[in-house]
């Protein structure tokens, strides 16, 4: 299985209030319906469904865009007359970087849709596989759609999501916080799967707080 999700660029001013706002506007289900018919699994957490350090009890924001805009409202950026949310004069504005597959494509014209009716501007930029790789590498985007399929039988995430790989490693989202750090070195000193999945699932509930990136589906 490969996972697919929108990661946002910390880097570039995607604070957590605003992650979070936008998460709850999210609709994956109907992303799912509309642009995948309903042809694939959905992901709520970097755990792939199946897996033994899956935690179904962590439970993703339920899609809400009334509760979102409210959100937003208070976040400061206020709705024109012309739909667009501004904050100090500037637009809510998140490029969408993506590769050129139909099915991407229009995963990420769904987001678009979606956000945008939220008051976001969404532009979608289309790149071939090569160029989103360095792109997302050097942290050269502010949302990108990507994947990832380097999948062993251990579920273990440590080079996606731990800080020390947000440099030169695959934590794209430039994601830097001490409790998922210990949790996920923790989770890999001991063979003892009870700790592990226990140490797994806290990860799970701390990255779900902290809405780093939106895992769409598998």
Request: charged share 20%; glycine share 6%.
């Amino acid at each position: 299985a490969r996972r697919w999700w929108l990661t946002w660029n910390g880097r570039r001013g995607a604070a957590a209030g605003l992650r979070r706002a936008l998460a709850i506007g999210f609709d994956k289900d109907e992303l799912i319906t509309r642009a995948l018919n309903d042809q694939v699994i959905r992901l709520d957490t970097p755990m792939l469904q199946g897996w033994w350090a899956t935690a179904p009890d962590i439970i993703w924001y339920p899609a809400d865009p009334a509760r979102a805009a409210a959100a937003l409202d208070s976040l400061g950026y206020i709705q024109g007359s012309d739909g667009v949310r501004t904050r100090d004069g500037a637009p809510l504005a998140l490029p969408l970087l993506t590769d050129g597959s139909a099915a991407r494509i229009a995963v990420a014209e769904e987001i678009a849709r979606q956000f945008s009716a939220l008051g976001v501007q969404v532009t979608i930029e289309q790149v071939e596989s090569a160029e989103l790789a360095r792109r997302l590498e050097a942290h050269e985007f502010t949302m990108a759609l990507h994947g990832w399929q380097r999948l062993g039988a251990d579920p273990d995430v440590f080079e996606l999501w731990h800080s020390s790989q947000a440099e030169t490693g695959r934590n794209y989202a430039g994601l830097n916080d001490a409790v998922i750090d210990e949790l996920l070195t923790s989770a890999r000193q001991t063979n003892d799967l009870a700790v592990r999945a226990a140490a797994y699932a806290e990860f799970q509930a701390r990255w779900v707080e902290l809405a780093p990136s939106i895992m769409i589906y598998q």
